[in-house]
């Protein structure tokens, strides 16, 4: 069973940096898609980077030129790994739960960002920007 868990969540103000991790386990596959979504209080989730592990990445256009996700960096027995998001240049409209999300197979870059194409979530780390 796919184990997700994220950490790195704080309170920043404007302008600040953070990094959240994605702890993942249960990898049975070399063939995933994998991503950070987010949700704002009555909000609906919206993605916020995400890839095919053999396509490129895509960002949301509100997070582009801030925000980075790392690749995932498997253990050598490839049954767990590490996703990052490094968030740069934080702004108050960036608070919400920062979700990591999984999924067996190929996304097509179309709907990486679309949160109904994953099935594995984590229970999500908060971040919170003060202006």
């Known amino acids: 069973q796919v184990q997700l868990v994220e950490s790195g969540g704080d309170s920043v103000q404007s302008g600040g940096s953070l990094r959240l991790s994605c702890e993942a386990s249960?990898?049975?596959?070399?063939?995933?898609?994998l991503g950070w979504f987010r949700q704002a209080p009555g909000k609906e989730r919206e993605g916020v980077a995400a890839?095919?592990?053999?396509?490129?990445?895509?960002?949301?256009?509100?997070v582009k030129g801030r925000f980075t996700m790392s690749q995932f960096t498997m253990s050598q027995d490839n049954s767990r790994g590490t996703l990052y998001l490094q968030m740069n240049s934080l702004k108050p409209e960036d608070t919400a739960i920062y979700y990591c999300?999984?999924?067996?197979?190929?996304?097509?870059?179309?709907?990486?960002?679309?949160?109904?194409?994953?099935?594995?979530w984590g229970q999500g780390t908060q971040v919170t920007v003060s202006s």
């Open positions: 890839n095919w592990r053999f396509g490129p990445q895509r960002y949301a256009d509100s």
């Open positions: 249960g990898i049975r596959s070399s063939a995933y898609s």
């Open positions: 999300a999984l999924v067996w197979g190929f996304v097509s870059s179309g709907r990486l960002l679309d949160a109904n194409e994953y099935r594995y």
